[in-house]
């Protein structure tokens, strides 16, 4: 059974940073497509960006410069090093994770990940 729990959530004041971790336990597909979410209040959940297992990484335009992801694969582990935080990137953060099939791309829409983490919230305040 496949299971992502997120932890390092909380509070910050604009301009700090927090770092989220995705535990991976259950996964066992070498080839893998990895995403990071998030669902801000009364918006629709939007792509963070995303890791794949050959470690190419992807951001969307308003993290990029400020967020990094990162992957201990030792630990199964994935990180979201969040800097330069800001009141708009309050939401609930989620990671997801699928396998990655050779004719598919990654980053995939959050309706193609079939494995989801419970969240954690962040609140940035100004």
């Known amino acids: 059974q496949v299971q992502l729990v997120e932890s390092g959530g909380g509070s910050v004041q604009a301009g700090g940073s927090l770092r989220l971790s995705c535990a991976a336990s259950?996964?066992?597909?070498?080839?893998?497509?990895m995403g990071w979410f998030r669902q801000g209040p009364g918006t629709e959940r939007e792509w963070v960006g995303g890791?794949?297992?050959?470690?190419?990484?992807t951001y969307a335009k308003y993290v990029k410069g400020r967020f990094t992801i990162s992957q201990d694969s030792a630990k199964n582990t994935f990180i979201l090093q969040m800097n330069s935080l800001k009141p708009e990137d309050t939401a609930v953060y989620y990671c997801?994770?699928?396998?990655?099939?050779?004719?598919?791309?990654?980053?995939?829409?959050?309706?193609?990940?079939?494995?989801w983490g419970q969240g954690t919230q962040v609140t940035v305040s100004s």
């Open positions: 997801a994770i699928d396998p990655w099939g050779e004719s598919e791309w990654c980053p995939k829409p959050a309706n193609e990940y079939n494995y």
């Open positions: 259950g996964f066992t597909y070498s080839s893998y497509c």
């Open positions: 890791i794949d297992s050959d470690s190419s990484t």
